[in-house]
T-cell receptor, first 114, second 114 residues
Framework: DTGVSQNPRHKITKRGQNVTFRCDPI?????LYWYRQTLGQGPEFLTY????????KSRLLSDRFSAERPKGSFSTLEIQRTEQGDSAMYLC????????????FGDGTRLSIL | AQSVSQHNHHVILSEAASLELGCNYS??????LFWYVQYPGQHLQLLLK??????LVKGIKGFEAEFIKSKFSFNLRKPSVQWSDTAEYFC????????????FGRGTSLIVHP
């Protein structure tokens, strides 16, 4: 089990710039989730994929956010025209596709908007 | 929509003290319950889970949790904490409206003094 890998670990950018994060799930996991976590809060669901299909999106995911999972392997989360409020830890998790399997989390990407 | 409440936001204990962290959820139907732990500088990892059967579930590192359906609760317990239990603890629930996306509580920060 090599674990869920996220890159970069930290990203600092100016407001208005675009950023992209990458997540490599555990290889046999066909479900992949993105969460956002701010200080003092638990993870908030953003979106999830089963294989390459994006099956659910939270209303937190504004039109500036887009996520992809080409070929059902790694995933990218892009934020366009970043705003101060986008500063957060972005977490990726993966799980097996059977019902209610626990999720395995990555270390996250911390985004800071200047 | 499902909501999860963790009433203790910060808990400070001495080693060997007993621990109980509260978790209450809102949805009254079939639920699946999880406790995750995040040690300093590490990613979220599963501590224990309840799907069905015996409402008293045992997890790693001597932790246990009891599902009380009538109280909508899933409290986490440990009879004797150690300094190494210092971490953030998150309760999560799936269920409600057919969604299997977990809803997380805001977390409890536990500090154990040696």
């Amino acid at each position: 089990d090599t674990g869920v890998s996220q890159n970069p670990r930290h990203k600092i950018t100016k407001r208005g710039q675009n950023v992209t994060f990458r997540c490599d799930p555990i290889s046999e996991h066909n479900r992949l989730y993105w969460y956002r976590q701010t200080l003092g809060q638990g993870p908030e669901f953003l979106t999830y994929f089963q294989n390459e299909a994006q099956l659910e999106k939270s209303r937190l995911l504004s039109d500036r956010f887009s996520a992809e999972r080409p070929k059902g392997s790694f995933s990218t989360l892009e934020i366009q025209r970043t705003e101060q409020g986008d500063s957060a830890m972005y977490l990726c998790a993966s799980s097996l596709g059977t019902r209610n399997q626990p999720q395995h989390f990555g270390d996250g990407t911390r985004l800071s908007i200047l | 929509a499902q909501s999860v409440s963790q009433h203790n936001h910060h808990v400070i204990l001495s080693e060997a003290a007993s621990l109980e962290l509260g978790c209450n959820y809102s949805y009254g139907g079939t639920v699946n319950l999880f406790w995750y732990v995040q040690y300093p500088g590490q990613h979220l990892q599963l501590l224990l889970k309840y799907f069905s059967g015996d409402p008293l579930v045992k997890g790693i590192k001597g932790f246990e949790a009891e599902f009380i359906k009538s109280k909508f609760s899933f409290n986490l317990r440990k009879p004797s904490v150690q300094w190494s239990d210092t971490a953030e603890y998150f309760c999560a629930v799936t269920g409600g409206g057919g969604s299997y996306i977990p809803t997380f509580g805001r977390g409890t920060s536990l500090i154990v003094h040696p």
